[in-house]
C-alpha cells in the first residue's frame, strides 16, 4: 500500500468509505446494509491490507458507531486515521454564532461516536445550495476554532460542485478536499485548478470513482432521470470491451494514476469488495491513446448525469 505523509499522519492510497457499513446506499447494492459482523469483517480486511485511513461523516447512518465499536473492541485506535465530516444549515448561516453551535455540536457527537479525543480529518459537507459568500466568511473561522481547541487536526472541505474548490484555494486552514472524479466527471480536469491544488500541498481524495454504482447498471434498465445516461454507459461498455478491460478496471485505472490524487475513496459492503479494490490497486496506468478517448468521449457528459443529488428514479 502506497501513503501519503502529511503532518503526522501517513494516509493510505485507498480510503475506505463507511457509508454503506451504516445506511443502504449505492444504485447498484441490491444487499442493502451488511450486519454488525460484516462490518467488522470489512473494516479487518482494510486493515489487514494496510488501508489505515475511513471516511465517514455524521450524516452515514451507524457508521462513525459501527467505527468507534470496532476500534474499541479490537483496541485498533492506532490503525486508522479517521475523516469525519459535518453540515451548516442554510437556514443558520445568517448568524455566526449559530453556524459555529452547529458546527462544533456535530464535531462533538462525531468524537462521541468515534470514541475518539480528536479528529484527524475534519471536512464540511458541503451543499450547492447554501450560500458560497456566507460559508466562505464563517467555515474558515470555525475551522481555526477547532484546531486550536483539539477537537480536528486537519480541516477541509467535501466539495459538492467543482466551483467550491476556486472559493477556498487560497485560504490556508483548508489542508484537504474530497472532490467527485471519474471518467464521466470531468469538470475539476478542464481547467488546472486540481494541480494547483496539489502543488500547494493540499491533500486530493477522490471519490465517486465509479459514479455511486451507475458504471454497473444495466444501459437498458435505467430509470427516470437516469435513462439519459444510457448512449455513455453504452460508450463506456464499448471502450472497455474494445480495451480488454472490465468496467471497474477501467473507471479505477483513469483515476488511480492521476498526478494530483492523493487518495481513493472506495466504498465496499463486503469483504470481497474491498478486496476487489485492493487488486484494481496494483493495475498499470491506462495507456494514452486509452487516455484520449476517455476525454474525447465524455468530456462533456451532461451535469445532472454526473451529480446523484439530481438524480430522479
Not at 80 to 93: A, H, M, Q, R, V
Not at 170 to 186: C, K, L, M, T
Not at 266 to 291: C, D, K, W, Y
Amino acid at each position: 500500500m502506497e501513503y501519503t505523509i502529511t503532518k503526522d499522519y501517513r494516509i493510505s492510497k485507498l480510503i475506505l468509505g463507511t457509508v454503506a457499513l451504516g445506511m443502504n446506499y449505492g444504485i447498484s447494492n441490491a444487499v442493502g446494509q451488511p450486519d454488525i459482523s460484516q462490518r467488522f469483517d470489512v473494516l479487518s480486511r482494510a486493515r489487514d491490507a494496510g488501508i489505515n485511513t475511513l471516511d465517514t461523516a455524521r450524516t452515514y447512518g451507524t457508521a462513525e458507531q459501527t467505527i468507534g465499536d470496532y476500534m474499541e473492541e479490537n483496541n485498533s485506535w492506532h490503525c486508522f486515521n479517521i475523516i469525519s465530516k459535518f453540515k451548516i444549515s442554510g437556514e443558520n448561516l445568517n448568524s455566526y454564532d449559530a453556524v459555529r453551535e452547529e458546527a462544533f455540536k456535530s464535531v462533538r457527537c462525531s468524537l462521541k461516536k468515534l470514541k475518539l479525543s480528536r479528529l484527524p480529518v475534519c471536512l464540511l459537507h458541503m451543499s450547492r445550495k447554501l450560500d458560497g459568500r456566507l460559508i466562505r466568511k464563517h467555515v474558515p473561522i470555525i475551522f481555526r476554532e477547532l484546531i486550536a481547541e483539539n477537537m480536528i487536526d486537519i480541516a477541509g472541505i467535501s466539495v459538492d460542485h467543482p466551483n467550491e474548490l476556486e472559493w477556498f484555494e487560497d485560504e490556508s486552514v483548508i489542508s484537504a478536499y474530497q472532490v467527485p472524479v471519474n471518467i464521466f466527471d470531468h469538470r475539476l480536469m478542464q481547467d488546472d485548478i486540481l494541480y494547483r491544488v496539489h502543488r500547494n500541498g493540499k491533500l486530493i481524495f477522490a471519490r465517486s470513482v465509479f459514479l455511486q454504482g451507475l458504471f454497473f447498471l444495466n444501459p437498458d434498465q435505467l430509470q427516470g432521470t437516469l435513462t439519459a445516461a444510457r448512449p455513455y454507459l453504452l460508450q463506456l461498455h464499448s471502450l472497455a470491451k474494445k480495451e480488454g478491460l472490465t468496467i471497474a478496471e477501467l473507471a479505477f485505472s483513469y483515476i488511480r494514476h492521476m498526478p494530483p490524487i492523493t487518495s481513493i475513496v472506495f466504498g465496499a459492503e463486503s469483504v470481497e469488495q474491498v478486496t476487489q479494490n485492493i487488486r484494481l490497486m496494483n493495475f498499470p496506468a491506462l495507456g494514452n491513446n486509452v487516455m484520449d478517448r476517455i476525454k474525447e468521449i465524455f468530456s462533456s457528459v451532461p451535469e445532472d448525469i454526473v451529480t446523484p443529488g439530481n438524480w430522479v428514479m
